[in-house]
């Protein structure tokens, strides 16, 4: 098993900015990939971004290229995402989660290739 835990969420207004992370732990060897997902109320859940175990490889939804960024620093096991630019559509609960799958193209944008989620964390931009 592999456990996620997200933090730095929180209410920022619009044009700000917000640093999220992701501490994961446990079977942490048999990770290949992890993503952010964002879920609005009354909308399914949706990619934002993803890196591969090593952070050599990212990939990002259009909504969010050139605002945000992910990063991984791999002697924590931490997964961050900076989020520039916050936008009120960007409000949402973000999840991080992993894959012990080599994630590629579309692969990356279904949540059914994600084995791990963790709780989520709440980010509000004010307009």
């Known amino acids: 098993q592999v456990q996620l835990v997200e933090s730095g969420g929180g209410l920022v207004q619009a044009g700000g900015s917000l640093r999220l992370s992701c501490a994961a732990s446990?079977?942490?060897?048999?990770?290949?990939?992890m993503g952010w997902f964002r879920q609005a109320p009354g909308k399914e859940r949706e990619f934002v971004a993803g890196?591969?175990?090593?952070?050599?490889?990212?990939y990002y939804a259009d909504a969010v290229r050139g605002r945000f960024t992910v990063s991984r620093n791999n002697a924590k096991n931490i997964l961050y995402l900076q989020m520039n630019s916050l936008k009120p559509e960007d409000t949402a609960v973000y999840y991080c989660a992993a894959s012990e799958s080599g994630l590629y193209g579309s692969r990356w944008l279904g949540l059914h290739e994600y084995d791990y989620w963790g709780q989520g964390t709440q980010v509000t931009v004010s307009s």
């Open positions: 446990g079977r942490t060897f048999s990770t290949q990939a």
């Open positions: 890196s591969s175990w090593t952070g050599g490889f990212t």
